[in-house]
């Protein structure tokens, strides 16, 4: 059964750059699109960017268009987030997803796994 960690999370400062990486086990990520949501505290859940499983297509939130960039590597079982030009408005708990299937979806309704999340606090 596919699990998800999640890492890179921290403290930055506002205009500071992070990379969040998910390592994939149990299963090889070839099988699944995959995802990026955030939840940021007294707020729900929502979908940060998606890549589908094998055309590499991208879908992000308007709120980080142009500032976050989501990439997978198969053979390292990784999908990535490149973060760059934070705001506090970033600031959360960030989890990456899987759906089997092809598709990219930025729904959280659409995710069959979870990973428990890593934390990113944008600061000064």
């Known amino acids: 059964q596919l699990q998800l960690a999640e890492s890179g999370g921290g403290l930055v400062q506002p205009g500071g750059t992070l990379r969040l990486s998910c390592v994939a086990s149990?299963?090889?990520?070839?099988?699944?699109?995959l995802g990026w949501f955030r939840q940021a505290p007294g707020k729900e859940r929502e979908g940060v960017s998606c890549?589908?499983?094998?055309?590499?297509?991208?879908r992000y939130a308007d709120s980080v268009k142009g500032r976050f960039t989501i990439s997978r590597d198969n053979a390292k079982n990784t999908v990535y987030l490149q973060m760059n030009n934070l705001s506090p408005e970033d600031t959360g708990v960030y989890y990456c997803?899987?759906?089997?299937?092809?598709?990219?979806?930025?729904?959280?309704?659409?995710?069959?796994?979870w990973g428990n999340g890593t934390l990113v606090t944008v600061s000064s």
């Open positions: 890549i589908s499983r094998s055309r590499g297509i991208t």
């Open positions: 149990g299963s090889s990520l070839d099988y699944y699109a």
């Open positions: 997803a899987a759906h089997d299937g092809s598709a990219c979806f930025l729904s959280i309704h659409n995710m069959d796994r």
